[in-house]
Antibody
């Protein structure tokens, strides 16, 4: 059974750095083709893919947020971490962790429940 | 990169069929057969329903089907059931540097 779970603060202040952890089970991030990433949804807005990290340490970052994002993985702990610097109230959103199951998989086959992050001004 | 366009809400009675549209551009839906659909119940993890326009993962009901014409994809749910009440999101791979684009979600109400 594949599961993903997000953890991190529910409230951060403007200009602070957000650190979110995704802990997963049922698969390994060392398996060829697999990637895990972050997708967020601000209230009333569309989902947005922020970042992905692949089994071979390759990364993808949303071009509009690239300068603020860092994604890393700890394969031994089955965890992936996203840091987002210089948080702003517009970054208030539900942040989901999701898996991309293979390089020919142009979809996210498993998701976490998401964690709501509010940025105070 | 603009989001894909979905209706904000749709509704139907038990047993009926509904279709949710998802409109993109020639850079995303029109360019690739990589449309996916997700179901999201509140406080639950989003669930993959359809991938590559028409394919259902194992365990997903055959009451659900996906299609695409030009820049618009559609999700059809037949034989509506109360448990289908949820928010549905579409997504497509895209030529843009964002790689993926999502819709804003459609809330399905089963009357």
């Amino acid at each position: 059974q594949i599961t993903l779970k997000e953890s991190g603060p529910t409230l951060v202040e403007s200009t602070q750095t957000l650190t979110l952890t995704c802990t997963f089970s049922g698969f390994s991030l060392s398996t060829t083709g697999v990637a895990v990433g972050w997708i967020r949804q601000p209230p009333g807005k569309a989902l947005e893919c922020l970042a992905l990290i692949y089994w071979d340490d390759d990364t993808f970052y949303s071009p509009s947020l690239k300068s603020r994002l860092t994604i890393t993985k700890d394969t031994s702990k089955n965890q992936m971490v996203l840091t987002m610097t210089n948080m702003d109230p517009v970054d208030t959103a539900t942040y989901f962790c999701a898996r991309r199951g293979g390089v020919t998989h142009y979809y996210f086959d498993y998701w976490g429940r998401g964690t709501m992050v509010t940025v105070s001004s | 990169q603009s989001a894909l366009t979905q209706p904000a809400s749709v509704s139907g009675s038990p047993g009926q069929s509904i279709t949710i549209s998802c409109t993109g551009t020639s850079s995303d839906i029109g360019a690739y057969n990589f449309v996916s659909w997700y179901q999201h119940h509140p406080d639950k993890a989003p669930k993959l329903l359809i991938y590559d326009v028409t394919n259902r993962p194992s365990g997903v009901s055959n009451r659900l089907s996906g299609s695409k014409s030009g820049n618009t994809a559609s999700l059809t749910i037949s034989g509506l059931q109360a448990e289908d009440e949820a928010t549905y999101y579409c997504s497509s791979y895209t030529r843009s540097s964002t790689n993926w684009v999502f819709g804003g979600g459609t809330k399905l109400t089963v009357l």
